[in-house]
């Protein structure tokens, strides 16, 4: 029998780093994410079911333009492996060199509510700095996501009805959001 006075010992929080290059495991742990987010409801650019292949597919995409440096790929990391996802879109056209897009912030269903979402606009935001981009732009079609946003000082545009489909077939609305980045000094990223 468990003794009572002994209460288990936390899981330490997931680690987040950005990945320079994306491994073929490290695609299939993305796909998984991906998978169960789409499986969960949310518009994230696909229909359900998705495939194990569509989803691959897909992040190999993204490991393309990572290793082309159009984008930053961080992820959130606890001991069963990839939990969470932002991206950092970089390339933007030349008379928006300052500008920069979040895209797919993603947290598995098993680890929401408990921070990461924050933490990953956090880096994302870090990410952006150390790149001397001074804004930032998102969509999203979920009220749990607006909040957050809305939350960690992002400021919200409005909103466009219709504007694509939940996973189901559902039309969705989207609605739109900056944050306007401070000029303070990049700091270095805890995680290598």
Not at 63 to 68: E, L, M, P
Not at 76 to 101: C, F, K, S, Y
């Amino acid at each position: 029998m468990p003794d009572p006075s002994q209460s288990p010992s936390p899981s330490p929080s997931p680690r987040i780093r950005a990945l320079p290059h994306v491994t073929d495991a490290q695609v299939r742990e993305l796909a998984g994410v991906l998978i169960d987010c789409v499986a969960g409801g949310a518009s994230v650019s696909f229909m359900s079911p998705l495939t194990i292949e569509r989803a691959c597919a897909f992040w190999q995409g993204v490991a393309d333009s990572v290793a082309r440096g159009e984008r930053e790929l961080l992820v959130a990391e606890d001991a069963e492996g990839i939990v969470g996802t932002v991206q950092l879109v970089l390339a933007q056209p030349e008379n928006q060199p300052h500008r920069g897009e979040v895209a797919k912030m993603l947290v598995h269903r098993r680890a929401r509510r408990q921070g990461l979402g924050a933490q990953l606009m956090q880096a994302a935001e870090q990410s952006a700095r150390a790149h001397r981009k001074t804004l930032l732009v998102l969509d999203t079609s979920s009220p749990d996501a607006e909040r957050l946003y809305a939350r960690v000082g992002w400021q919200r545009v409005g909103v466009i009805p219709g504007y694509a489909l939940l996973p189901d077939g559902e039309p969705c609305a989207t609605t739109y959001f900056y944050r306007a980045l401070d000029a303070e000094t990049p700091q270095p990223s805890a995680a290598p």
